[in-house]
């Protein structure tokens, strides 16, 4: 599997004073599920916008497939098509006057025919499990249905990388674990790549293959969960900390209970547990 998605170089300010991003580069492997973690202001939602052409960068560039991303009207539609973004807050993302409408919005955006449309919004409909709100307003919905609705809206064109902010912010546990298995089970189905920003770093190595680590606009660690979980003093270093798990592991080593080699195996085994667990 290839590079699908990557960033050179990119640099960015929201104002002439100071950069948001600055001299950054990260490349996402095709059919992965990238986690990046930083602290609040690290860049993360700076990163997404570009890599989805809503910013521009000052610097750098971002290619897909290869290719420099074209700003122009029609190469932008045609990115978005293949790379979907799911905000933070919901309330950014729906517009329309009906949960239907809603998700057939991007659909019917990219010149799909009606009945093209129509079926795909029923089968992402019942895949996300919001059939029974396809006529109910968007602005009547909770949070966690307002989440679900967002998704359904990027899931429906089919992108090839779905970018999702913060996507358990404001979820209660339960809602956590619904969506971060919805999220695997369709993204999966269609070898969706899968990039996402969280803060709940206990999701992180049950459901990341690889680790992203921002801070202050720049890059600062990339590796497996495994490899990246052994750094206990780089997270706290970036205000970042160990899952609970890992902690304990730490704990456990740090009185001689386990080497090094053998905490790293045993968080490979236990994130294969909650896997597991996880599926059932
Ligand atoms: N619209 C904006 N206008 C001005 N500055 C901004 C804007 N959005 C972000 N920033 C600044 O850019 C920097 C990076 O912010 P960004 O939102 O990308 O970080 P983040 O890692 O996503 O943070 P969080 O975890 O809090 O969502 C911060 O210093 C922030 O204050």
Not at 10 to 32: M, P, V
């Amino acid at each position: 599997m290839g590079i699908i998605l990557e960033a050179s170089h990119l640099t960015y300010g929201y104002d002439e004073s100071s950069h948001a991003i600055e001299d950054l580069s990260i490349a996402f492997e095709e059919g992965k599920t990238t986690a990046i973690l930083g602290a609040n202001g690290a860049g993360k939602s700076t990163l997404f916008l570009h890599l989805n052409g809503i910013l521009q960068p000052e610097q750098g560039e971002v290619r897909f497939r290869g290719q420099p991303i074209s700003y122009k009207k029609a190469g932008l539609r045609q990115l978005r098509s293949k790379v979907g973004i799911v905000f933070q807050n919901p309330d950014d993302q729906l517009f329309s006057a009906s949960v239907y409408q809603d998700i057939s919005f991007g659909a019917v955006n990219m010149g799909l025919p009606a009945e093209e449309v129509h079926r795909r919004v029923e089968t992402v409909m019942e895949q996300v499990g919001i059939t029974y709100l396809k006529d109910r307003p968007t602005h009547a919905l909770s949070f966690g249905q307002k989440k679900r609705v967002a998704f359904a809206g990027i899931m429906v064109m089919q992108p090839e990388v779905i970018i999702l902010d913060e996507p358990t912010a404001g979820l209660d546990p339960v809602g956590i674990s619904e969506l971060m298995h919805l999220l695997q089970d369709v993204c999966r189905q269609q070898h969706t790549t899968i990039i996402l920003s969280t803060h709940d770093i206990d999701v992180v190595p049950i459901y990341a293959d690889v680790i992203d680590v921002m801070d202050k606009g720049h890059m600062v660690a990339h590796g497996t969960p495994a490899e990246i979980f052994a750094q206990p003093e780089l997270l706290r270093e970036h205000h970042l900390r160990l899952p609970r798990i890992s902690h304990l592991l730490e704990i456990l080593h740090k009185e001689d209970h386990w080497d090094v080699d053998a905490s790293i195996s045993t968080i490979s085994g236990a994130r294969k547990e909650l896997l597991r667990h996880a599926a059932e």
